[in-house]
């Protein structure tokens, strides 16, 4: 070969990419504030403060009720181990540790005595004007950016932590110049989240990388540093890289979408699976143990969603486009093409296998947050399912261990094209039985433990190919679970399908309960 770069080489090492000549002690921070109490600002927050007793860490947001409930036992996002960070940091116990982690409806207050701030509003895609459907929307960012110009009586260092668009330091740093009153100094800093909801406590508290994006000036790399410290309170030095500030806005929508590039490639093979008689596990594990591959991420699903995945390809195509590289934008935005063919590809599965008609059948839908360990229900995969469902005429049962009836009746009616059938014809139950009672099929579409006939180990070990001598429950099993299929085969009609959209169940022991069940990249009733 004559190319001078290998692509057999293996992984670059991974090392702080700059450092500062300065040797002195980096700025201590004793007061932060986050601006913004969701999914990003509530945990990052509350790790940094349990981890940083020395440290007052405030979150602050306009609405009084999620922070009241922040300030309860009762919080207003689910996610494993959270409650178990936020209370020793909130309340000062166990060990009459001081409180060292507030929330508060005082905005001006608290950015006006913090000296780091932490921008972790939400940036969803722009819905109106140019670019929208696909760009950024930056208008939280940029009110909070403007409120923090407004009050603040010394200099700060600001952070990203929202997604943004690339060079949006550069739009902010306008901001602040318009806003700001003379002698205070701001350095902005992009210091991305890496965080999959359900894992989120264990990501910030053992995290891949720490990301701190500066300017290579001083005043920049100073403010690196003091970010830097704070981290290394729990995080080993090693795996904090600091690299130019616009390299690491692209580095997180960079890694969104390369992961979402997986799920659909592995997605997209799932149909060619279904077509020639192959299965999909079998093919994921056998590609996932080259390591040049690796097995993460490569399950076959219904489709992937969240906040994250779509949003940032089509922010990655939009900005490809503005840079007239249109080929680059078409790339990415195929990701998303197969996405949605993912999940209209799997409600025709089911209108096929149930001789091409769903009127007047009723469907047990089984999870609607788009991912187990957690509530959240955007850009779930189950809101297209579902409406495409209702528009063939079912009647769909909905159950989901997290998600509030209504939030999913918000969810679809928002984004159906007839909002009679919502609440025509869907109903939410509190339990699967409730839910599965009299249905015709079930469909599953959260991969939530209890719906799975899998033994723990095997429901553990979830990107694995599992042995049905070894991972399967016996129908007695199966039967003694959290859920027992054995108890949803009596209470449902015939015929007794299982549309298994995430890969849950192993088919082995519910075909023994008489039922039949068809999963994604598998094909087993010849149809």
């Not at 219904?302 to 990655?316: A, E, N, T």
């Not at 099993?477 to 054995?486: D, F, L, Q, Y």
Request: include cysteine; proline fraction near 5%; hydrophobic fraction near 40%.
């Amino acid at each position: 070969m004559s190319t001078s770069l290998r692509q057999d080489a293996g992984p670059m090492p991974v090392t702080p990419l700059r450092a500062s000549n300065d040797t002195k002690p980096p700025k201590r921070i004793t007061k932060v504030c986050c601006v913004g109490a969701g999914y990003v600002g509530g945990p990052t927050s509350a790790v940094m403060a349990i981890k940083n007793p020395q440290i007052q860490v405030t979150v602050v947001d306009y609405d009084a009720k999620r922070i009241a409930a922040w300030q309860s036992d009762n919080l207003p996002i689910f996610e494993p181990g959270l409650l178990g960070v936020v209370k020793p940091a909130r309340d000062g116990i166990p060990n009459n540790r001081a409180p060292n982690l507030f929330f508060s409806t005082d905005v001006d207050r608290c950015i006006a005595e913090a000296e780091l701030i932490l921008l972790s509003v939400n940036t969803p895609t722009k819905m109106l004007g140019q670019g929208a459907g696909h760009a950024s929307e930056l208008c939280y960012l940029e009110s909070a950016v403007r409120k923090i110009g407004e009050v603040a009586e010394s200099s700060k260092i600001i952070v990203e932590k929202s997604t943004v668009p690339c060079r949006a330091a550069e739009t902010l740093r306008d901001v602040l110049r318009a806003t700001g009153k003379p002698g205070v100094d701001f350095e902005i800093l992009s210091n991305p989240e890496f965080l999959a909801e359900g894992t989120a406590i264990q990501n910030l508290l053992e995290p891949d990388r720490v990301l701190i994006g500066s300017l290579n000036t001083p005043q920049g790399l100073e403010a690196a540093r003091a970010l830097a410290a704070i981290y290394t309170s729990w995080v080993d030095a090693e795996r904090i890289i600091t690299i130019n500030l616009y390299s690491s806005e692209l580095a997180k929508l960079a890694a969104n979408a390369l992961l979402a590039q997986r799920i659909s490639s592995i997605n997209a093979l799932s149909a060619m699976c279904e077509a020639v008689g192959a299965d999909i596990d079998e093919v994921s594990f056998a590609v996932g143990l080259d390591k040049r591959i690796g097995s993460r991420m490569l399950k076959a699903s219904v489709g992937f969603g969240g906040s994250c995945f779509r949003k940032d390809i089509l922010s990655l195509a939009y900005i490809a486009e503005s840079l007239h590289l249109f080929e680059v934008a078409e790339y990415w935005r195929s990701v998303i093409n197969i996405n949605e063919y993912q999940k209209d590809r799997f409600t025709r599965r089911i209108v096929r296998c149930l001789f091409n008609s769903l009127s007047n059948k009723s469907l047990a839908i089984l999870g609607f947050a788009y991912k187990k360990n957690t509530g959240d229900t955007r850009e779930t995969a189950a809101i297209t399912v579902i409406n495409n469902l209702l528009a063939e005429g079912a009647n769909v049962r909905v159950y989901d261990p997290q998600v509030k009836e209504s939030q999913i009746r918000r969810d679809l009616e928002g984004s159906s094209a007839s909002p009679h059938l919502v609440r025509d014809k869907l109903t939410v139950w509190s339990s699967t039985y409730e839910a599965c009672a009299g249905a015709d099929a079930v469909v599953i579409l959260t991969e939530w433990d209890e719906f799975s006939n899998k033994s723990a180990a095997a429901a553990a070990a979830g990107d694995h190919v599992q042995d049905a001598r070894n991972g399967a429950r016996t129908e007695e099993e199966a039967a003694n679970g959290p859920m027992s299929w054995k108890r949803v085969s009596q209470i449902m009609r015939k015929p007794m399908y299982v549309f298994d959209g995430r890969n849950v169940v192993d088919p082995a022991p519910l075909e023994a309960l008489g039922f039949r069940v068809e999963s994604v990249g598998k094909s087993r009733s010849g149809s």
